[in-house]
């Protein structure tokens, strides 16, 4: 079902680390991008560096095009992590956070609607449409997401891949006021781990914030 983010999920991005101002949040995210976010202290980081070689290796002329509009990305997790596991959509040991931000072409902005959001990384409205051939998916939640920089869709949803593994993903995927720029957070976790740790996660995502290209 799943195959790597590096083939399907091509958006790009950049990475500043911020300093954390208090001892229980790690503050990231890209002022020249106009994206924010928080994670638990003590959580591990992946570079834009190391994201941006793994993805560099593919032959794809769309992967290297896309990587080139990467404004901002970078990749959070409790657990020790690489590129690989972040690029890779097998379940992770427990919750992998990835937030990217990359310009769109002319083509891409044309394109841009809800179920386009939807689908950036999963084929979410397909599974949504094609419940007998998708009995490995159930849609959890859809909202609307609007802020001032930009407005899109969260969805969250559980889904088991090749692996045989449940996870229950968490992604919101933001189109800039203007059109130029998509903005996503994708929090993935194996469904035990997110059970347990639902509220964490949704405080995750939800300081998810887009305040716009500066």
């Known amino acids: 079902m799943f195959r790597k983010l590096v083939a399907i ?3 790009g991005t950049s990475i500043l680390g911020l300093t954390a101002c208090s001892q ?4 990231a995210g890209d002022k020249k991008a106009g994206v924010y976010f928080t994670v638990p202290n003590g959580w591990q980081n992946v570079s834009q560096k190391q994201l941006h070689d793994l993805q560099a290796t593919s032959k794809s002329a769309t992967t290297q095009t896309r990587l080139q509009a990467v404004m901002y990305e970078s990749a959070y997790s409790p657990n020790h992590i690489t590129a690989n596991d972040v690029l890779s959509l097998n379940a992770p040991s427990s919750v992998i956070a990835y937030a990217r931000v990359r310009g769109l072409t ?5 394109a841009v609607s809800y179920n386009w959001l939807r689908d950036l990384v999963f084929p979410v409205t397909t599974w949504i449409n094609a419940p007998v051939t998708s009995s490995a998916f159930e849609l959890l939640d859809d909202l609307e997401v609007v802020q001032s920089g930009g407005r899109g869709v969260e969805t969250i949803f559980k889904a088991t891949g090749s692996d045989g593994i449940s996870q229950t993903i968490d992604q919101t995927a933001i189109v800039s006021t203007d059109r130029s720029a998509i903005y996503v957070l994708l929090i993935r976790a194996r469904t035990d781990y997110y059970e347990k740790n639902s509220a964490l996660i949704s405080k995750l995502a939800h300081s998810f914030t887009v305040k716009g290209i500066q």
Do not use: R
Request: charge should be negative; glycine fraction near 8%; charged fraction near 25%.
């Open 9 to 11: 999920f091509l958006l």
């Open 24 to 27: 229980s949040k790690i503050y």
């Open 106 to 110: 002319g083509d891409e902005m044309n």
